[in-house]
């Protein structure tokens, strides 16, 4: 009885030990490029950053940015370290299509963090649909960015072409809640973590409404792109009259190559090892999870991430 009690007492803490992380030392000093002022790449990387920055002995700075593609180009510059991308992005730069001319292969994924949702906004309680927008004054996103494809994706399956079905115009988040505001435009595509500043804004002067995605036009969707999947916003969010139904891609924070093996470690010790401090300091926190952040396929994860996610009993794939 004596030697089983002993040998659980082994296998318990043997288990305790392989689930137990520590930072590592010879940390560095690391810029983190996230997206706009007005979005949760730089709200929630600025947490991150800072949480990383407390516990260990690597330093990161959050600085804002033009979203994914520009965080992908500030790394190729070497002027930046890390960068949040949404998934379908950082697909496309690794294949070398869409946003890309030719692939990009140097960076590596260290955690998939949260859920971007798809947020179509709009003050006219008239346009209830995507196929309502039609003929409409619509902003997609900066020219050439991830917000502009999601907006291609989504509107290519209700039949509408971006340049000739309607008035497209090519704005930030901030910008698109300012013409929104000021009538210029009836609608705007915000891929981003909701709750989302920009929005929530925008809401405590006006009456937002969110135009849904209707699950026969989610399926045609994710059958020409699986990088989507379904997500409904809730009613609380933003004051809308019920929870909305829509499309969201994974927000993925990646790493140069050459960023060392216990940077990257940190970085994720930093976030999952205080993930209730984070929590407290933004919403985005409660969506953390350790097997979400070792879910992404397209983008091999870097070696500090390796080591890592095995210690917490995850086997990711590495190059």
Not at 100 to 107: G, R, S
């Amino acid at each position: 009885m004596k030697k089983i009690f002993s040998l659980a007492l082994v296998i318990v803490m043997i288990f305790a030990f392989s689930a137990f992380a520590e930072p590592m030392p010879g940390g560095t000093k690391l810029i983190f490029s996230t997206g706009g002022a007005q979005g949760t790449y730089f709200g929630f990387g600025g947490v991150l950053a800072g949480k990383v920055s407390e516990k260990t002995s690597t330093t990161v700075t959050a600085i804002t940015s033009g979203g994914s593609k520009a965080n992908i180009e500030a790394m190729q510059d070497e002027d930046a370290q890390l960068g949040f991308v949404q998934t379908d992005v950082g697909a496309y730069a690794y294949k070398g299509t869409r946003l890309f001319d030719e692939k990009i292969t140097d960076f590596s994924t260290v955690a998939n963090l949260y859920m971007e949702q798809v947020q179509i906004v709009t003050l006219d309680p008239s346009i209830k649909t995507v196929a309502d927008l039609r003929g409409k004054n619509v902003s997609v996103g900066a020219a050439g960015s991830g917000v502009y494809f999601n907006a291609v994706d989504l509107l290519s399956v209700y039949g509408i072409d971006i340049d000739k079905d309607i008035k497209p115009t090519y704005q930030s988040f901030g910008d698109s809640v300012e013409a929104l505001q000021d009538g210029k435009i009836d609608a705007a595509f915000i891929v981003a973590g909701a709750p989302t500043t920009a929005v929530t804004s925008l809401a405590t002067t006006k009456k937002v409404y969110l135009v849904g995605v209707d699950d026969e036009h989610i399926l045609a969707l994710r059958g020409t792109s699986p990088y989507y999947s379904t997500y409904v916003i809730p009613k609380s969010f933003y004051g809308t009259d019920e929870d909305v139904t829509t499309v969201a891609v994974g927000a993925v924070v990646i790493a140069r190559d050459d960023v060392s093996e216990a940077d990257v470690y940190n970085f994720l010790y930093g976030v999952f090892e205080n993930k209730d401090e984070i929590t407290a300091a933004h919403a985005k926190g409660a969506e953390l999870n350790l097997e979400f952040a070792a879910s992404y396929s397209a983008v091999p994860y870097h070696k500090g991430a390796i080591k890592y996610f095995s210690e917490k009993g995850i086997k990711v794939s590495g190059k």
